[in-house]
């Protein structure tokens, strides 16, 4: 029981493939994640719902044009349109990205401006079952 249980510490603490997010997607694909979750804050707490929603896709072998939505009905939310350039070459084995995004949020029934910058970086990592990013 006890090397099953370091097994599964080991594999846990082990970083994983990164299938979708910081990395530009190739031409003509796309990725999508949409998730829901329903949940009480307390025992006399009324019950929240969030929703997300995650899409991207490659425009051209350089770019890759994103929307991010996520909203909680009850409080806030943000929309996000965003797009993305790789800043290192498609061999190389350490990953940049370069990500620029403009949108909103809301905070209850007030619309703020909002932006997003950020660099990604990573390292190929080629299992079995495929090629995909890991954080380093």
Known sequence: MRILVAVLLLICLLPPPVWAGAWPREKGTGFSAISSTLRRAGPDQPLRYDTSTYLEYGLTHRFTLGLDINDDLATSGHVLVFGRVPLS???????LA???????????????????????????????????????
């Open 89 to 95: 070459p498609p061999d190389a084995r350490i990953k």
């Open 98 to 136: 370069f990500l620029v995004g403009i949108g909103g949020h809301r905070q209850f029934d007030l619309w703020q401006p909002m932006y997003k910058v950020g660099l990604s970086m990573g390292r190929d990592v080629h299992t079995r079952w495929g090629q995909g990013l890991s954080l380093i």
